[in-house]
């Protein structure tokens, strides 16, 4: 067992993995979340998986679907994320980390059913991003981001994803999903719920419809968006109450 420092935090890890030095961040300091733990999700599409839900001042506001259209918005997972971002549920980022640390190996957990990642004025928080990942040592971490592209944050997802937690860069448009391919990330679409989704991107990129939402089947088996070196995109229809309005909003997006 080695013991990692990072900033004032201290992990224990069997591993020798660590999220280097090389990137610098941006701006200094930590952003402090509240992060909300289920270990077990009753969530019929995750399937029963550890999931997490971040505060909502985690959302950059440069997503497409900040104002209107997020899914989370609506629904039970609304009033929840409302209340772990009012601080009335949820624990620290050292809480979250504990608990990741603690799961078993291989064990296949989901962040972010709501939220995204710590971020400073939009750049990815460099040190709360790397004391998850040496927790998530020998886990199955995945996630999305709307975070914008920038080269801080596509260096910190890339080295999230080469270490073993996988962050799917989440577009609104095939064409933006092949961007990000092009910088080594992998990506997932909303796309229209009312026309044919196409079966390769304008860059030739295999496409598949989230698996959930063509057959019976959940993220506990599916996995796919897990894998960090997949080059197909995962295209989500749009669904929800605000599916109208995404329908609109990405209309164009197939094209
Ligand atoms: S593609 Fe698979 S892992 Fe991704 S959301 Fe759909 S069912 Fe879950």
Same mark, same amino acid.
């Given at each position: 067992?080695?013991?990692?420092?990072?900033?004032?935090?201290?992990?224990?890890?069997?591993?020798?993995?660590?999220?280097?030095?090389?990137?610098?961040?941006?701006?200094?300091?930590?952003?402090?979340?509240?992060?909300?733990?289920?270990?077990?999700s009753?969530?019929?599409?995750?399937?029963? /998986?550890?999931?997490?839900?971040? *505060?909502?001042?985690?959302?950059?506001?440069?997503?497409?679907?900040?104002?209107?259209?997020?899914?989370?918005? #609506?629904?039970?997972?609304a009033?929840?994320w409302?209340? +772990?971002?009012?601080?009335e549920?949820?624990?620290?980022?050292?809480?979250?980390c504990?608990?990741?640390?603690?799961?078993?190996?291989? =064990?296949l957990?989901?962040?972010?059913?709501?939220?995204? %990642?710590p971020?400073?004025?939009g750049?990815?928080?460099?040190?709360?991003? $790397?004391?998850?990942?040496?927790?998530?040592?020998g886990?199955?971490g995945?996630?999305?981001?709307?975070? +914008?592209?920038?080269?801080?944050?596509?260096?910190? /997802? =890339?080295?999230?994803?080469?270490?073993?937690?996988?962050?799917?860069?989440s577009? *609104?448009?095939l064409?933006?999903?092949d961007a990000? /391919? *092009?910088?080594?990330?992998? $990506?997932?679409? +909303?796309?229209?719920?009312?026309?044919? +989704?196409?079966?390769?991107?304008?860059?030739?990129?295999k496409v598949?419809?989230?698996?959930?939402?063509?057959?019976?089947?959940?993220?506990? *088996?599916?996995? %796919?968006? #897990?894998?960090?070196?997949?080059?197909? /995109?995962?295209?989500?229809?749009?669904h929800?109450?605000?599916?109208?309005?995404?329908?609109? %909003?990405?209309?164009?997006?197939?094209n």
């Open positions: 067992m080695i013991s990692l420092t990072l900033n004032t935090m201290t992990l224990c890890t069997s591993s020798t993995v660590t999220f280097d030095s090389l990137i610098q961040p941006f701006h200094s300091g930590t952003m402090k979340i509240r992060v909300h733990i289920t270990p077990k009753g969530n019929d599409k995750t399937g029963p /998986i550890p999931v997490t839900t971040s *505060e909502r001042a985690s959302c950059p506001t440069t997503c497409g679907l900040y104002d209107k259209g997020c899914y989370a918005k #609506s629904g039970p997972l009033l929840h409302r209340k +772990v971002s009012s601080g549920r949820g624990t620290d980022w050292q809480g979250l504990d608990f990741v640390q603690s799961l078993p190996d291989r =064990q957990w989901r962040h972010n059913q709501a939220g995204d %990642l971020h400073l004025f750049d990815i928080d460099h040190s709360n991003m $790397a004391h998850l990942v040496v927790a998530n040592t886990k199955r995945y996630t999305y981001t709307h975070h +914008v592209l920038n080269k801080h944050n596509v260096d910190i /997802i =890339q080295r999230s994803n080469r270490q073993g937690f996988t962050i799917n860069a577009t *609104e448009s064409d933006a999903a990000a /391919i *092009e910088k080594g990330l992998p $990506a997932v679409c +909303v796309v229209p719920n009312n026309k044919p +989704v196409p079966k390769v991107s304008p860059k030739g990129h598949v419809v989230c698996p959930a939402q063509v057959r019976n089947t959940t993220c506990a *088996e599916c996995k %796919l968006c #897990s894998v960090a070196k997949r080059t197909c /995109i995962v295209a989500f229809k749009a929800g109450s605000a599916a109208k309005h995404v329908n609109a %909003l990405v209309s164009d997006s197939l």
